[in-house]
Each structure stands twice: as structure tokens, then as C-alpha cells.
């Protein structure tokens, strides 16, 4: 594994250029997943025959002198909650244990056809519903950096495969910083892109309005390549946005002379620990130093994002997962004579569900009932766009906002699952920019007292992932990131 290349751009050049075969690295990588997921937990599923067969494709179109595509013999893993065509698809819930899809997510479709090459899927919380990774059906994954460290959630097993050098590419999905906060935790890049950038058809549903998948890296220059192949427009998703999509990989310059970066200091100043806030000001410093300016913004409303978020996600979580009834597909309970059809409905969730998806299910259910929605879901919109204005203003003398991507670094397995509400405030700095709909990207900056890693999070204008896409760079550049972030 060693001897071969570790980032997707130079996989990709690697092959085309016929240093190495396609199934060579497949081989690899296949290699790495088998060594560490005894140990971390990432995959839920590993497709070794369905990778080398795709891997053997590839060097077969190479030595006919085809064209081959911008993500030629790379691997990726795939989050579990996004469906792939013949291979099961759990959302990490004994609900869909046996699962399997007969259709591909476009993002999973894009990519196939881009030349990469599926290696797996990976571990999650259920349907996407956790910051730690410990609400899965199939156990917690852990930090490659350190095992007794939770890897974020909800993507966990796709920031620790990534981190641990069993793809350079992985997708996670992103509903309030489950792309943003793993990627701080395992060092590594994670972008969310702007609601509507990149087509939803074929992910699992949490909550619809905020959901938003993108991808989890080595470096900002691979994030780049993989958004150039799976965003824009697809007409299977009612909200995909037909904006124009820029070539993303152009916008790495190195340069961010005269960017105006804003910083909420009021915000980000409490409740943060000292490890983190010592390198988000470092980080800061650095984008200062290589040319950018620094501004102070105010976000009044950012506090009221968590419960805000919460009571938006749970309605549509409640709403969505409806669906989910035994009738179709997925778990169904054994039943016994005389057994109802309502006690199917409510036995087969209840075996089916987790915890935390029957918590957030419940909670959902209650703001949404009668009596209750005025009160609850509709004030909840109410300051959404309060948010929204907040972002708007700020955005009138910057253009992109700086926090840390988590008030914490990488807590320990079972810290925070007794108490719920110190679980949901990790996510602080991260939902706002799913509700308000806006690009963010949490980027390798620092680590704490016990090597573990630290992440600076960027939020652009809408559609303008570029702008973050370019910082992320640059900050590499300066402080040659990927090179000091190896587990």
C-alpha cells in the first residue's frame, strides 16, 4: 500500500498513465479494509469480487486506448444510507438488514460511471441520526487516530475509512455537520455542499429539507475532483438545482489574497475547549498570513440553531420514516394467530428501530401534533429565516464565515450517551448552514494535547463551494496539511 499513490488525483493519473493497474490499488485498498475494520468498524458491507471485477473494467478500457474517466481506477466507499444497485443498503438499521436496492443513487451512479470503483459500504448512525457514530445496528465505529474515540457522526465509517487509508474517496450524507463534524474529528476534508448542488435521488431520508450529500477526503483538491463529477442538475430530484456547475478543481489557485474570511466571535467564544479555540485562531492567523483578511461578523441568532434544528429534523424524520411499515420491504416481526395488522406495524418498528431514531421519531411526532405545530415547527421556521438574514448580512462584507467545525475534540465512546442534549450541542457550529441551505467545509487544523484532531469549518455563499474549495487549498499549502495528518 505504501508504494502506491494515496490521493484520488494521483490514483487517477497513476492508471492513465500505466504505473500501476486499476486492480493493483483495488487490491490494496481491499487489503487495508481487511486489516483495520476488525479494529475500527467501518464497513458494513465489503463488495471485494464486485471491485475487482469493476477494477478489471477499467484496466481492460485503458488497454483498448478508450477515454477513461475522471475517476479512473479510484476506490470509494459509500455511506449506507445511499443505495447501490444489487449491494445491501442498511442505514445501519435492523429495519433494512436485508435490504438491497435495485436502483443506484445518482451519486453512486455518477460515480461508477466517473471510473471509480466501489469497495464498500460504511457504518453510520441509524438513518443518519447521531454525532458519534453509536446509534448504529452494527456497533460504534471508532477513530482510527484513537480506539477509545468516537470518529463523529453520522458518516463515521466513511471519515474513518478515508483516514485510515482504505479509500481516498468516500460520500457521507449531511443533515446538521454529519459530513462536516466526522471529517474534524478523523483529519480529513469534508464538504456539505450547497441543498440542491448534488442530486438527493437515492439517499434514505432523515429529514428532506436539510439532507445533503457530498464527500469526505484527503485533501481539498480530491474534494474538488469528486464534486466535478457528482454535482448538478438531475431531473430524479425535485430539489436538484439546474445552477451551472463550475469546473471546481480550476478554483485551486493557492491563492486567497483578498478574501475576506469573518469570524463570530461572540459566537465561537463560548463553550469551546482550549485546544480547539488555540487552533481555529491559529488557523485563522495562517489564512491571514497568506493574504486574506480577517472580519468580524455577528450571527445573533446562531445559539438558537440547535433547538431549531432539532424540531426540524425530527418533524421530518417522524414524516419520513412513516414509510417504514413491514409491508414492503424491511424488517417484519414474526407474528403469531390473532396477531393484528396494527400490531405488525407496531411490533416490526419497535424491533426494527433504535433508540435514538424512536426518540427523535417521538419528538417529531409531538411538535408536528395538533395543538403543538404552532408552537413548536412553525416558530422553528420562523427564526430559520431569521438565520438565513443573519447569514445574508454577513455575507454583505465577507466572503466566508469561520467557526470550528466542532466545540470539541474526538470525545470518548459513551461520554455523551446518557445525555442526549450534550450529544445534540457537538453539532453547534455545524447546523446552521444546513438550514439556511448554504455550502460549508471543515478542514485538518491542529491537534489537542493528545494528538487528537481539530477542524476549521468554512461556510460560503450558496453555490459557491469554489470559494471554500479554494481556502481549504491554500490552508494546505501553508501548513502542508495532509502531509502532518497521517494516522
Keep these: 500500500m505504501s508504494t502506491l499513490p494515496h490521493t484520488a488525483r494521483a490514483i487517477r493519473d497513476a492508471v492513465a498513465a500505466g504505473e500501476v493497474t486499476a486492480v493493483e490499488v483495488c487490491q490494496a485498498h481491499l487489503d487495508r479494509v481487511v486489516a483495520t475494520n476488525p479494529s475500527l468498524n467501518a464497513f458494513n458491507t465489503v463488495c471485494a469480487e464486485r471491485a475487482l471485477a469493476a477494477a478489471a473494467a477499467v484496466d ?34 435492523k429495519i433494512l438488514d436485508t435490504f438491497v436496492p435495485p436502483y443506484d443513487a445518482t451519486v453512486t451512479a455518477r460515480l461508477e460511471a466517473a471510473g471509480a470503483i466501489v469497495v464498500g459500504k460504511t457504518n453510520c448512525d441509524e438513518f443518519a441520526m447521531g454525532s458519534s457514530n453509536e446509534n448504529s445496528a452494527f456497533g460504534p465505529v471508532k477513530n482510527p487516530w484513537a480506539l477509545d474515540r468516537t470518529p463523529g457522526g453520522s458518516s463515521g465509517g466513511s471519515a474513518a475509512a478515508v483516514a485510515a487509508g482504505c479509500a481516498p474517496i468516500a460520500l457521507g450524507s449531511d443533515t446538521g455537520g454529519s459530513i462536516r463534524q466526522p471529517a474534524s474529528f478523523c483529519g480529513i476534508v469534508g464538504l456539505k455542499p450547497t441543498y440542491g448542488r448534488v442530486s438527493r435521488y437515492g439517499l434514505l431520508a432523515f429529514a428532506s429539507s436539510l439532507d445533503q450529500v457530498g464527500p469526505m477526503t484527503r485533501t481539498a483538491a480530491d474534494a474538488a475532483l469528486t464534486m466535478n463529477v457528482i454535482a448538478g442538475y438531475d431531473r430524479a430530484d425535485a430539489t436538484s438545482s439546474a445552477s451551472a456547475v463550475p469546473d471546481f478543481t480550476a478554483a485551486l489557485t493557492g491563492d486567497v489574497k483578498g478574501l475576506r474570511v469573518g469570524v463570530p466571535r461572540a459566537f465561537v467564544s463560548n463553550g469551546v475547549d482550549a485546544p480547539v479555540l488555540e487552533a481555529f485562531d491559529r488557523a485563522i492567523a495562517t489564512l491571514k498570513d497568506a493574504g486574506a483578511t480577517v472580519v468580524d461578523v455577528e450571527l445573533p441568532n446562531a445559539p438558537s440553531g440547535i433547538p431549531v434544528y432539532y424540531l426540524v429534523c425530527t418533524a421530518e424524520a417522524s414524516s419520513n420514516l412513516a414509510r417504514y411499515d413491514a409491508v414492503r420491504y424491511g424488517h417484519r416481526t414474526t407474528l403469531a394467530p390473532g396477531d393484528t395488522l396494527q400490531t405488525m406495524y407496531e411490533r416490526s418498528r419497535d424491533e426494527g428501530f433504535g433508540p435514538e431514531v424512536k426518540r427523535r421519531i417521538m419528538l417529531g411526532t409531538y411538535v408536528l401534533s395538533a395543538g403543538y405545530y404552532d408552537a413548536y415547527y412553525l416558530k422553528a421556521q420562523q427564526v430559520r429565516t431569521l438565520l438565513r438574514r443573519d447569514y445574508d ?35 453547534i457550529f455545524t447546523v446552521s448552514a444546513n438550514l439556511v441551505g448554504l455550502p460549508a467545509i471543515s478542514i485538518p487544523c491542529g491537534f489537542d494535547a493528545h494528538r487528537l484532531p481539530i477542524g476549521l469549518q468554512l461556510t460560503g455563499r450558496m453555490f459557491d463551494e469554489a470559494t471554500l474549495l479554494r481556502a481549504a487549498d491554500a490552508y494546505e499549502r501553508a501548513t502542508q496539511w495532509p502531509t502532518l495528518a497521517s494516522v
Excluded: H, W
Excluded at 466545540?407 to 445534540?424: A, C, I, S, V
Design 60 to 93: 481492460a478500457r485503458r488497454a483498448a486506448g478508450d477515454v477513461l474517466g475522471p475517476l479512473a481506477g479510484v476506490p470509494v466507499a459509500i455511506k449506507d444510507n445511499l443505495c447501490t444497485n444489487g449491494l445491501r443498503t442498511t442505514a445501519s438499521s
Design 393 to 427: 448580512e454577513a455575507f454583505r462584507s465577507v466572503d466566508v464565515v469561520a467557526m470550528p467545525t466542532s466545540p470539541t475534540p474526538p470525545f470518548t465512546l459513551g461520554e455523551k450517551t446518557d445525555d442526549p442534549l450534550q450529544m445534540y450541542l457537538t453539532d
